[in-house]
């Protein structure tokens, strides 16, 4: 998106071509040449907080991809 800005094509084409909304285009555009990369980066939302931290995120992955034996359990998958 921002490599097609800076080569002159303009927004309507570009979303045509990523198969966005003009909107999301200019808002994008918008950010980046307001902070630069930082633009680019997620931005807080409202919502309801975090559950878990990453860490335990973590963790559970890596026990559902561990295979069950490893792990001391009787069954194999």
Not at 14 to 26: C, E, F, G, P, S
Request: proline share 6%; with cysteine.
């Amino acid at each position: 998106m921002i490599l097609l800005a800076d080569r002159g094509t303009r927004v309507p084409a570009i979303a045509q071509a990523l198969d966005l909304t003009a909107t999301t285009v200019r808002t994008w555009l918008k950010r980046f040449n307001e902070a630069r990369l930082d633009g680019l980066q997620d931005r807080p939302r409202a919502g309801r907080l975090v559950t878990y931290s990453p860490e335990q995120v973590a963790e559970v992955i890596a026990t559902a991809l561990t295979n069950p034996r490893q792990l001391n359990q009787p069954f194999a998958c």
